[in-house]
């Protein structure tokens, strides 16, 4: 949507109109989903429901602070990582203290029957399950690295956003950004190689 009618929609919230912040919700929900659902290599459908609402919740309460020196989106989307990272490691805890355990993609709901639906439109079975993999490997590697490194690779390549929409967001010139991105991505590459070979050395032998 254009800028200027965003900011339009955005002032009409502040001004507590309903309709607009059903407006905003129907614009942006989705995308914040999908989002999420990358984060997160093995947030379930009901995960990623949950961290959305919290994160619309506080989009609710602090879109006052909203600066506007980037997109609405691109802070919905740092908003996102963050209520994702604070929800893994709740899981995580929970798991810790005998919490639930996590579920597969292939999973059925035991209500439906049907199998997890993420929010974003799936790719073939196989490339699914490859994609599954790959995220769950790099999802391992990014809480590994965490920090500036993990927050600008999410905001490039979960977010899809530009060096000009992440230079805004993280109040960084582009150059910086270019330079922090690649050498965060081979610092990833180091880490994922060794969460790899981790997991090859602990696999038993068939």
């Known amino acids: 949507m254009a800028a200027g009618s965003e900011a339009d929609l955005l002032a009409r919230c502040l001004e507590g109109e309903a309709r607009a912040w059903d407006e905003l919700f129907d614009r942006h929900y989705a995308a914040a989903g999908r989002f999420i659902f990358q984060l997160g290599y093995d947030f379930t459908r009901e995960d990623v429901d949950e961290i959305t609402q919290e994160v619309f919740l506080t989009v609710i309460r602090n879109l006052h602070t909203f600066q506007r020196n980037c997109q609405f989106q691109t802070w919905l989307f740092k908003i996102s990582a963050n209520k994702a990272r604070d929800y893994r490691q709740k899981q995580s805890a929970a798991k810790r203290g005998g919490g639930r355990a996590p579920l597969s993609l292939q999973n059925e709901d035991p209500e439906t029957g049907f199998t997890i639906d993420p929010p974003s439109s799936a790719p073939g079975p196989d ?17 590994e690295i965490g920090g500036p490194c993990q927050e600008i690779i ?5 977010a899809d956003l530009s060096y000009e929409e992440i230079s805004k967001s993280l ?3 582009q150059k910086t950004v270019s330079s922090r991105l ?13 969460i790899l070979s981790r997991e090859t050395f602990s696999s038993p032998s068939v």
């Open 154 to 158: 999410e905001l490039r390549y979960f």
């Open 127 to 143: 490339l699914a399950l490859l994609n599954t993999e790959r995220l769950h490997l790099v999802g391992q590697a990014l809480e």
């Open 182 to 194: 690649s050498k965060c991505l081979a610092k990833l590459e180091v880490i994922t190689r060794q």
């Open 171 to 173: 109040q960084l010139n």
